[in-house]
C-alpha cells in the first residue's frame, strides 16, 4: 500500500550542488508529475510525464531536469543548485491519460529541500 | 491563462463552526475541479472532486457543488472539528495539467 514514495525526504544543498529526487509509485499509473510548494505560491507544476517516455515542461521548468526511467520511476534533478530552489517538492501520479476525464492524483509525502 | 483563485487565509474558527472557503477558477474548456487536503507533513489527499456542472462532490462532511455559471467551486463544511485543521486547495484538471490554488490555512480551536 506505499502509493507514491519520494526519497530523500530532507536535503541540505551548498549553491552549486548538484542532486536527484526519486520518485516511484506503484499503482501503474501512466502520468507523474513534480511540483513545487513555496508558501504564499501554492504549488507550481515543474515538469510532468504523461507516459512513459515522455516529458513535457510545466510554469517552472528552469534549473530542473527530468527522467522517466520507466513507467514506476520518475526523477527530477537540479544540476547546479541555487538558493531559490530552496523548496518543498511533491512527487505525484496519475492513472489516466491526457483529456480521459477526472484524474486523481496521488501525492508523494514530499522532499524539503534547503540550498545554502 | 487557467488559474485557481481562492480564498486567502487564514482561518481560525471555533469548533461546531461553518466552514466555507471560497474557489473560482479560470479554464479553457471544461474542466474537472477537486478540493485537496494537505495535513502537517504529509503531502496532499484528494478531499472531494466532480466532473461536470452541477456536480456536487463531498466526503467527511465537506461539500462543494460546480457552478459553471459563476466558475465557482466553494467549500463547505457545517460543523467543523479540530481535526480538520490543514491546508486546503482548490484545484482543476484540464487535459493533462493541474493548476492548484494558493491554498487556505484552516485552524479549528476548541
Not at chain 1, 544540476?79 to 491526457?98: G, I, N
Request: with cysteine.
Amino acid at each position: 500500500n506505499a502509493g507514491v514514495t519520494q526519497t530523500p525526504k530532507f536535503q541540505v544543498l551548498k549553491t552549486g550542488q548538484s542532486m536527484t529526487l526519486q520518485c516511484a509509485q506503484d499503482m501503474n499509473h501512466n502520468s507523474m508529475y513534480w511540483y513545487r510548494q513555496d508558501p504564499g505560491m501554492g504549488l507550481r507544476l515543474i515538469y510532468y510525464s504523461a507516459s512513459e517516455g515522455t516529458t513535457d515542461k510545466g510554469e517552472v521548468p528552469n534549473g530542473y531536469n527530468v527522467s522517466r526511467l520507466n513507467k514506476r520511476e520518475f526523477s527530477l534533478r537540479l544540476e547546479s543548485a541555487a538558493p531559490s530552489q530552496t523548496s518543498v517538492y511533491f512527487c505525484a501520479s496519475s492513472a489516466r491519460a491526457a483529456g480521459a476525464g477526472a484524474n486523481v492524483l496521488t501525492f508523494g509525502a514530499g522532499s524539503r529541500l534547503t540550498v545554502l | 491563462g487557467d488559474s485557481v483563485t481562492q480564498m486567502e487565509g487564514p482561518v481560525t474558527l471555533s469548533e461546531e463552526a461553518f466552514l466555507t472557503i471560497n474557489c473560482t477558477y479560470t479554464a479553457t474548456g471544461y474542466p474537472s475541479l477537486f478540493w485537496y487536503v494537505q495535513y502537517p507533513g504529509e503531502g496532499l489527499q484528494l478531499l472531494l472532486k466532480a466532473t461536470k456542472a452541477d456536480d456536487k462532490g463531498s466526503n467527511k462532511g465537506f461539500e462543494a457543488t460546480y457552478r459553471k455559471e459563476t466558475t465557482s467551486f466553494h467549500l463547505e463544511k457545517g460543523s467543523v472539528q479540530v481535526s480538520d485543521s490543514a491546508v486546503y486547495f482548490c484545484a482543476h484538471q484540464t487535459g493533462n495539467q493541474f493548476y492548484f490554488g494558493t491554498g487556505t490555512s484552516l485552524t479549528v480551536i476548541p
